[in-house]
């Protein structure tokens, strides 16, 4: 059997029993190791379920218990060491810890003390009062509880999209192998590359209702919701719920096209089917009169008799999208294989986790043609962030490894903080010598709108500054916006030449789609960029592209996917 067992859910397991073990206060060496162990798998290269206990013990930090317990999850999904701590502690402490703000020893208090089990009894324990007695807790501490709580009910049930495609990848992978040649086809808002998915929903083609008992005896599923005779619904391990339909093949596009949404564009285009005298939906594009059948097998022809080109998913939001398909004016989307450079990752010289020369090995691996590292400014202490000195000797260091991987150029650069009354964190010569600037916000995030923005724009005056990252500094079913005018900040990256990143790092999508497709309507160029803190995360320009084909964007909007001189010649500092 292929193991449904990828290198994050096991090392999901890991972190499970480090919390386990610190909610119990057991040896801190113990937790230390199984925390380690886990971001060594997570971060892994190789598929850790292909590897023997002999191979695992070859990485530091995997002693020969360790490497037994790994190969024991890549096997059966589980170990015995968890199953013991699961006697001893409900499962369900593991989403109280996993609450903003609430660690182990509080988990384990309040569950020692008041009896906490879950979220549910943790919400009526706050909303008692009894918390705020406990040792070292207070009114304060209750109260941001409550808002944790609160802040979890509003993104409850929604996941990061890397993370859905994830486990969908994984889960389809185990359907193919079980049943060789299956038409699987993800479709809803993972689709349409959505920046999060509600539940997953997938369709099997021209298989019989079989399909659907396999589906529910996959190893990663938590519980069968429901069973029917065309769908089946589940809920996976970590939370995702998945929807499987069976369809018939001559249905394909048909199931394709209604089921991958979204509910406003399927309206609409349903809605000029009933003006015809059509009916659309799920089986098929059909003529009332007479129940003739006109489509169903493509998503293609039904687009075509509606008398439209195909709509790429991510643009069917309803956005204007039939309109410009009705006139032939949809854009050419910009597409994973145009971008030549990657322009913001960071190296071991501050918060990256694999060194200069690793970092460019591997952009070079992947075929870029140029990158630049962007490590951080002195203003990120926690980063161990660079100042003048430090910046030019490291710029350095970065300019003497050029050369040394063919087709692959490096340029010097920084992710220079901008201070809180829209200063830069290094001193003008210094900005002045490196090949890019990145100005990036990363403090005082509580700003009011116009102190925000008057702060971005002063960085985007700045003489120096080339690309703002990361614009508004949201973290995704975390960390709201900060409040800030994207139209200002727009038109005046637009008049100082200042190009906005789309930053792809999965829990930011920062600009989102409908910013970034503001940025590109007023001319503004949009930068694509991993913001990898390790080799592994270059590969995460795939959800960027994703913001950036739903923000209508071609290969010219990009900055990142012009060759290097046309790159060079557009960046403010050029001009
Ligand atoms: P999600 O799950 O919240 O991330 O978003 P979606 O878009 O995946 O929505 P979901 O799972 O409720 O439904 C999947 C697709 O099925 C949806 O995008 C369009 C289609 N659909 C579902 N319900 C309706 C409906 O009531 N009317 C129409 N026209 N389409 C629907
Ligand atoms: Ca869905
Ligand atoms: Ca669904
Ligand atoms: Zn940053």
């Given amino acids: 059997m292929a193991s449904a067992w990828d290198n994050t859910a096991i090392a999901r397991v890991l972190t499970e029993i480090a919390d386990l073990l610190e909610i119990k206060g057991d040896n801190p060496f113990k937790i230390r190791a199984y925390r380690n162990a886990a971001d060594i798998v997570g971060h892994a290269a190789e598929a850790v379920a292909t590897m023997d206990a002999a191979a695992l013990r070859e990485w530091s930090g995997i002693g020969k218990d360790l490497a037994q317990r790994i190969v024991e999850i890549a096997t059966t999904g589980d170990c015995t060491v968890r199953q013991e701590l699961l006697k001893e502690f409900p499962a369900s402490l593991l989403e109280v810890l996993a609450l903003q703000g609430v660690g182990p020893k509080t988990v384990a208090m309040l569950y020692r003390e008041l009896g906490v089990k879950s979220l549910a009894d943790l919400e009526t324990a706050a909303r008692g009062g009894r918390i705020r007695g406990l040792k070292g807790m207070g009114a304060r501490k209750e109260a941001l509880i409550l808002k944790a709580l609160d802040e979890r009910q509003q993104h409850s049930g929604r996941h990061l999209l890397a993370e859905a495609t994830r486990v969908v990848t994984a889960l389809i992978d185990w359907l193919r192998h079980e049943r060789p040649g299956l038409d699987v086809i993800p479709v809803g808002s993972l689709r349409r590359g959505a920046e999060t998915c509600g539940d997953v929903d997938i369709l099997a083609v021209g298989a019989d209702a079989s399909v659907l008992e396999l589906f529910t005896t996959y190893p990663l599923v938590e519980r069968v919701l429901g069973r029917g005779e065309t769908k089946a619904s589940v809920l996976l391990r970590g939370g995702l719920q998945a929807d499987l339909r069976a369809v018939a093949a001559h249905e394909r596009g048909a199931a394709m096209q209604y089921f991958t949404g979204s509910k406003a564009h399927n309206i609409a285009l349903r809605d000029r089917a009933l003006e015809r005298g059509w009916r659309l939906n799920e089986y098929g594009l059909i003529q009332v009169k007479g129940e003739k059948r006109l489509a169903g097998t493509t998503e293609e022809e039904i687009y075509r008799k509606l008398g439209m080109a195909w709509i790429p998913p991510e643009l069917r939001e309803q956005r204007g999208e039939i309109e410009a398909a009705l006139d032939n004016r949809l854009p050419r989307l910009i597409e994973a294989d145009d971008l030549r450079g990657d322009i913001h990752m960071h190296t071991t010289a501050t918060d990256g986790r694999d060194t200069l020369e690793a970092m460019a090995a591997a952009a070079a691996a992947r075929g870029l043609e140029y990158i630049a590292i962007t490590d951080h400014s002195q ?197």
């Fill in 379 to 575: 203003a990120l202490a926690m980063a161990n962030g660079l100042d003048e000195a430090r910046a030019l000797a490291h710029a350095e260091r970065v300019r003497a490894i050029n050369g040394r991987h063919r087709g692959l150029t490096l340029l010097a650069g920084i992710e220079c903080d901008i201070l809180a009354d829209g200063r830069m964190d290094l001193a003008d010569d210094c900005l002045a010598e490196l090949d890019l600037v990145i100005a990036s916000v990363h403090s005082s995030l509580a700003q009011s709108e116009d102190e925000m923005t008057a702060r971005i724009v002063r960085a985007i005056e700045h003489p120096h500054v080339d690309v703002i990252g990361h614009p508004t500094n949201r973290l995704l079913l975390r960390r709201p916006a900060s409040r800030v005018n994207i139209e200002k900040v727009v038109d005046a990256a637009a008049a100082n030449g200042v190009a906005l990143e789309i930053n792809s790092l999965p829990d930011r999508l920062d600009l989102s789609d409908s910013h970034a497709r503001l940025a590109r309507d007023r001319g503004v160029k949009l930068v694509i960029s991993s913001d990898a803190h390790s080799t592994a995360e270059l590969d995460g320009v795939r959800w960027g592209i994703l913001v950036a084909r739903r923000a209508w964007a071609t290969r010219e909007d990009v900055l990142n996917a012009q060759p290097l001189k046309t790159f060079r010649r557009a960046l403010k500092r050029a001009r």
